[in-house]
Structure formats: C-alpha cells, structure tokens
C-alpha cells in the first residue's frame, strides 16, 4: 500500500486522501462553498433587483402623475431628497466632514440604493443556502419583511424619512409594493446565477 502511495502523483495522492476523509470534513468544505456561491448570487441578484426596482417606480411615478393631470388635480409632492440621498449626506458630513454637492447628491443617491441592494441581496442569498425554506413565496415575504424594517421602522427611526403615521396611505402601498418587486426579482436572479445548485 505504502508502495502504491508513493508511485501516485501529488495530485492523485491528494484526491486519494480526500476519498478517506471522514464525511463531515467533506461536507463542511462543500457547505462553505455553497456559502460563499450564495453570498455572491444573492449580492449579484440584489443588484439587478435593484435595477427593476427603480423601473417599477418610474413606472408607478409616470402613471400617478398621468391620472393627476387626466383628473385636473395637482402633482403630489415630492421630498427634496429622497432617503438615499439623506443617508449619503449623513455618512458624509458625519464621517468624512464633507458637503455634498448637487452633483455628488445624484451619484450618491443611487450608489447608496444600489449598496444597500446588494448587501441585502447577499443576507438572503446567504438565508437561502442555509436554511432554502426562506425562499418559499418566491422572495414576497423576503420583500415584506425588508420594507417593514427599512421603510417603516429604520428609515423613520433614523431621521431619514417622516414617521410612518405623517405618511399617507398610498406612501405606504408604493413602498410595499416596490419591495415586493425588489423581492421576487432578487430570488428569480438568485436562482438564475446559482443554476450550480441543486436544491434551492
């Protein structure tokens, strides 16, 4: 046997060594690759969410203007600022002690958007690997939950958005509903990019 060992290859010898492993050593390394894959599918997927989750609102936005204007009424008013843009002028004057300018304020809005897309993306697709009963409801209740902690309990708490009682009904169905897009859009793209997997 000794013999054999020595006539194989390095690379042989470690596949044959690999092959003795206890089956716990094997399965712990194949679960922190599935880990990393999912970290990356789901940071990956969340930002093409993010993507649709902006045409949803444009969209949303264009046809509530439409049927102002059809019915004579007023446009409904708009922040100055969006909440991204609030966190982005809040890290920056508090971390870096630095204004931002109208030109910066339009990169940062959306790079916050779209950070804030990816790190959630990548929380769920980590969930996903660990325990795939997250991803029932197709990504739905994932979207539920994000807009209950951000939109209605994060962002008010934090001073970047009115509280949710000062906000009209039709704030709160919008945001909603752009966080179940956001949803259903990470887990369909999460479940493009990790086509490697078998169980999802």
């Not at 769920?124 to 939109?151: C, K, N, W």
Request: aromatic share 6%; no cysteine.
């Amino acid at each position: 046997m000794t013999q054999a060992l020595n006539n194989l290859s390095k690379s042989e010898l470690f596949w044959a060594r690999m092959h003795h492993l206890p089956d716990h050593f094997r399965d712990s390394s194949a679960q922190r690759r599935n880990l990393t894959r999912g970290i990356a599918a789901g940071a990956l997927a969340g930002l093409a969410a993010g993507w649709v989750m902006v045409r949803f609102q444009n969209l949303w936005t264009g046809m509530e203007n439409r049927l102002h204007a059809s019915a004579g009424k007023s446009q409904p008013k708009t922040e100055a600022d969006p909440s991204t843009v609030k966190a982005a002028k809040k890290i920056s004057q508090g971390i870096l002690g630095h204004q931002l300018s109208d030109g910066e304020k339009r990169l940062a809005g959306p790079a916050v958007h779209y950070g804030f897309s990816a790190a959630s993306g990548a929380l769920y697709g980590m969930a996903a690997e660990i325990s795939p009963q997250v991803t029932r409801g197709q990504g739905l209740p994932f979207g539920t939950v994000l807009f209950v902690a951000a939109d209605e309990v994060a962002l008010p708490a934090s001073g970047l958005s009115p509280k949710a009682g000062d906000v009209p009904l039709s704030k709160h169905i919008y945001g909603l509903a752009s966080h179940l897009v956001f949803g259903l859009a990470t887990e369909l793209a999460r479940r493009l990019i990790r086509t490697d997997r078998r169980h999802r």
